[in-house]
């Protein structure tokens, strides 16, 4: 596989259930970046979780563990354009998406994902594993 790669705290959850598929991709893969947003997703899931001191700890594992790409100025610029060209076709995404797919088209990364209404967003290149 070639490209740079950013994951969506969905294909995080499946590498977590040990889906083979992502695991197989991921090996196949040197350049992959986490969004700060995902991390995020990841510890709210954790806090809502039955297993908070372990879920807690794996993420932190997987955070230390992985290239963290954090929002700034330029993010927000590509975040604003992002969100007005989805408002002016009548079609939202979640707020936390537009952060993460800002971040992706601001670092030309391939996004992986298995949300499908990352595909209104334009100008993303996307993969679904």
Partial sequence: MNGRYLLDTNIV???FA???VVIE???ETEDIFI???VIGELYYGAQKSGQIDANTRRVDEF???NVILSCDHETARWYGQVKN???AKGQPI???DVWIAALAIQHNLI???RDEHFKVVTDLQIEKW
Avoid: C
């Fill in 13 to 15: 959850i499946a590498l």
């Fill in 18 to 20: 040990q889906d083979v």
């Fill in 25 to 27: 991709k991921l090996q």
């Fill in 35 to 37: 969004p700060s947003i």
């Fill in 63 to 65: 955070a230390v563990a």
């Fill in 85 to 87: 060209k989805l408002r």
């Fill in 94 to 96: 979640p707020e936390n």
């Fill in 111 to 113: 996004l992986v994902t």
